[in-house]
């Protein structure tokens, strides 16, 4: 980890240690990749304005997330198959957001069971939901969380349909999967990969392991759960998640000002302003283009989170710029953990968190409080 600068280096390592078929379904997006490439460029083009001899010797990140104290402005958004990418991943990358202060959110698509992670650390991360058809099995998963205690729900309302990723279906990324000669002499050169992965506690979805008949055929659960998204998903469905889970709630998913709206009369206490990292709607505008009009129209009534993109210190000082109150990253730690798991999830934050500090030293800041747009150039 000595030589590993950036969160590309962490990326690349990513690429050389864990098989294709797994490192593209992190790295790569839907259709065409235009909201993907979007994402990145455009927080690219937004530049700082450079300040001079201002007393930065006092910069401090920490600041507030949904009120509990986090060390810097930065969340571990929902990812699903970490447990594919390191084994226990998902277990790796809490241990490492509870090291560095910040908050974890562990994804319903998660390979380890919201139990398995509750028992191996040391304090209460947060759960993402997805609603499926099977509202039975929604209220046990959230009581699950309750039982756990989860300190909110991030409910993602933007894969009521499912984007494609060509990636995948190249990949064979299938139950069961296709298997290639060239599939085989990839995994055969990953061994750590595989003996991690077979170490781990688990290797198939842990929160819906149980719930269908069966589990171990590995085939039916993935039947069940792609049958299971629903494409009648509303509003009134939202009303009911606040009815059965009586803490925070962040929806995540926003794009457009009148959902914005809408989400605030919901009485969530934040929303992550998402395109999904670019893995759902192809050809939506980049989140940081849409996130000034959002903040605009709702950041003084509701917590503005924002991802997509993220991909290094400058990127968040860009998003608070532009309004956001903190930033989740995706797959910034996800390639930390498939590089070095904890270890590599704590270097993805520790880049971001120097970064950050460099920012905001060279643009006269000494507070995340201070970020606003006057640190942007015109
Ligand atoms: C995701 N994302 C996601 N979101 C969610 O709510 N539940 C999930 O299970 C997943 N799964 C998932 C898998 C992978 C491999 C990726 C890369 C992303 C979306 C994620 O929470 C976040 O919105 C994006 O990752 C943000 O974009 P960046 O930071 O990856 O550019």
């Not at 809490?94 to 994804?107: D, E, N």
């Not at 309004?323 to 904890?342: D, E, N, P, V, W």
């Given at each position: 980890?000595?030589?590993?600068?950036?969160?590309?280096?962490?990326?690349?390592?990513?690429?050389?240690?864990?098989?294709?078929?797994?490192?593209?379904?992190?790295?790569?997006?839907?259709y065409?990749?235009?909201?993907?490439?979007?994402?990145?460029?455009?927080?690219?083009?937004?530049?700082?304005?450079?300040?001079?001899?201002?007393?930065?010797?006092?910069?401090?990140?920490?600041?507030?997330?949904?009120?509990?104290?986090?060390?810097?402005?930065?969340?571990?958004?929902?990812?699903?198959?970490?447990?594919?990418?390191?084994?226990?991943g998902?277990?790796?990358?809490?241990?490492?957001?509870?090291?560095?202060?910040?908050?974890?959110?562990?994804?319903?698509?998660?390979?380890?069971?919201?139990?398995?992670?509750?028992?191996?650390?040391?304090?209460?991360?947060?759960?993402?939901?997805?609603?499926?058809?099977?509202?039975?099995?929604?209220?046990?998963?959230?009581?699950?969380?309750?039982?756990?205690?989860?300190?909110?729900?991030?409910?993602?309302?933007?894969?009521?349909?499912?984007?494609?990723r060509?990636?995948?279906?190249?990949?064979?990324?299938?139950?069961?999967?296709?298997?290639?000669?060239?599939?085989?002499?990839?995994?055969?050169?990953?061994?750590?990969?595989v003996?991690?992965?077979?170490?781990?506690?688990?290797?198939?979805?842990?929160?819906?392991?149980?719930h269908?008949?069966?589990?171990?055929?590995?085939?039916?659960?993935?039947?069940?759960?792609?049958?299971?998204?629903?494409?009648?998903?509303n509003?009134?469905?939202?009303?009911?998640?606040?009815?059965?889970?009586?803490?925070?709630?962040?929806?995540?998913?926003?794009?457009?000002?009148?959902?914005?709206?809408?989400?605030?009369?919901?009485?969530?206490?934040?929303?992550?302003?998402?395109?999904?990292?670019?893995?759902?709607?192809?050809?939506?505008?980049?989140?940081?283009?849409?996130?000034?009009?959002?903040?605009d129209?709702?950041?003084?009534?509701?917590?503005?989170?924002?991802?997509?993109?993220?991909?290094?210190?400058?990127?968040?000082?860009?998003?608070?710029?532009?309004?956001?109150?903190?930033?989740?990253?995706?797959?910034?730690?996800?390639?930390?953990?498939g590089?070095?798991?904890?270890?590599?999830?704590?270097?993805?934050?520790?880049?971001?968190?120097?970064?950050?500090?460099?920012?905001?030293?060279?643009?006269g800041?000494?507070?995340?409080?201070?970020?606003?747009?006057?640190?942007?150039?015109?």
């Amino acid at each position: 980890m000595k030589h590993i600068t950036c969160i590309e280096d962490l990326r690349l390592l990513h690429k050389r240690r864990v098989p294709k078929a797994f490192f593209d379904y992190a790295d790569r997006g839907s259709y065409a990749e235009e909201t993907l490439r979007a994402n990145r460029d455009d927080l690219q083009k937004i530049k700082f304005r450079q300040r001079i001899l201002v007393d930065v010797s006092k910069r401090d990140l920490s600041t507030t997330i949904l009120g509990e104290p986090s060390s810097m402005p930065l969340i571990l958004a929902p990812v699903g198959l970490l447990g594919m990418q390191h084994g226990d991943g998902e277990i790796h990358a809490c241990r490492a957001a509870q090291a560095a202060g910040i908050p974890f959110t562990q994804s319903t698509m998660s390979i380890c069971s919201i139990e398995d992670i509750a028992g191996s650390v040391e304090k209460p991360f947060w759960f993402q939901l997805y609603v499926m058809k099977d509202r039975g099995f929604i209220k046990a998963l959230v009581e699950r969380a309750i039982a756990a205690k989860c300190t909110a729900l991030c409910l993602t309302v933007d894969l009521q349909v499912i984007g494609q990723r060509h990636q995948d279906i190249k990949n064979g990324m299938s139950v069961p999967p296709e298997w290639s000669l060239s599939k085989l002499f990839d995994f055969a050169t990953k061994p750590a990969w595989v003996q991690g992965v077979l170490q781990g506690k688990r290797r198939t979805f842990g929160n819906i392991a149980g719930h269908v008949k069966n589990t171990e055929d590995l085939t039916k659960l993935s039947a069940w759960t792609a049958s299971q998204f629903d494409t009648s998903l509303n509003w009134k469905d939202v009303d009911w998640i606040r009815s059965i889970w009586p803490g925070k709630l962040i929806i995540k998913g926003i794009h457009d000002i009148e959902d914005a709206k809408l989400a605030v009369e919901t009485g969530a206490q934040a929303m992550v302003v998402s395109n999904h990292g670019g893995r759902q709607l192809d050809g939506a505008p980049s989140s940081i283009h849409v996130l000034p009009g959002i903040a605009d129209a709702v950041g003084d009534k509701i917590e503005i989170m924002f991802d997509g993109g993220i991909r290094s210190g400058q990127d968040v000082m860009r998003a608070l710029a532009l309004g956001a109150k903190s930033c989740m990253i995706g797959r910034a730690y996800a390639h930390g953990l498939g590089a070095g798991g904890q270890a590599g999830v704590a270097k993805a934050i520790d880049i971001i968190r120097n970064e950050l500090l460099t920012t905001m030293g060279l643009c006269g800041v000494n507070t995340v409080a201070e970020i606003d747009r006057k640190v942007l150039a015109d």
